[in-house]
Nanobody
Framework: QVQLVESGGGLVQAGGSLRLSCAAS????????MGWFRQAPGKEREFVAA????????YYADSVKGRFTVSRDNAKNTVYLQMNSLKPEDTAVYYC???????????????????WGQGTKVTVSS
């Protein structure tokens, strides 16, 4: 399994930006689909974004499309989530997750992913 550690969360004003990072250990990172999910207080965890193992395809929830960008650097075993134009409703704990090798989708299902990080908290003030 892949071990995942998120970082980059914090407090930001509405309209601001943050970049989350997820560092992975394990030799299978470059073959793994990677996803970002979030869980707001009192709500269920939801899909945010995902990137194919090859990095050539990305997928987004409608709520973040056009504002968030997912990317990966396989040489650094790291996946990123650039979050721009943040809104108070983006406040949540953000989790990265690793999926099966050479997986081709769908990417929005939690059950697809077999390794999860501990989460990093993002708070957007109005």
């Amino acid at each position: 399994q892949v071990q995942l550690v998120e970082s980059g969360g914090g407090l930001v004003q509405a309209g601001g930006s943050l970049r989350l990072s997820c560092a992975a250990s394990g030799r299978t990172f470059s073959n793994s689909a990677m996803g970002w999910f979030r869980q707001a207080p009192g709500k269920e965890r939801e899909f945010v974004a995902a990137i194919r193992w090859s990095g050539d395809s990305t997928y987004y929830a409608d709520s973040v499309k056009g504002r968030f960008t997912v990317s990966r650097d396989n040489a650094k075993n790291t996946v990123y989530l650039q979050m721009n134009s943040l809104k108070p409703e983006d406040t949540a704990v953000y989790y990265c997750a690793s999926g099966p090798a050479y997986y081709s989708g769908p990417y929005y299902r939690e059950g697809t992913y077999n390794s999860w990080g501990q989460g990093t908290k993002v708070t957007v003030s109005s």
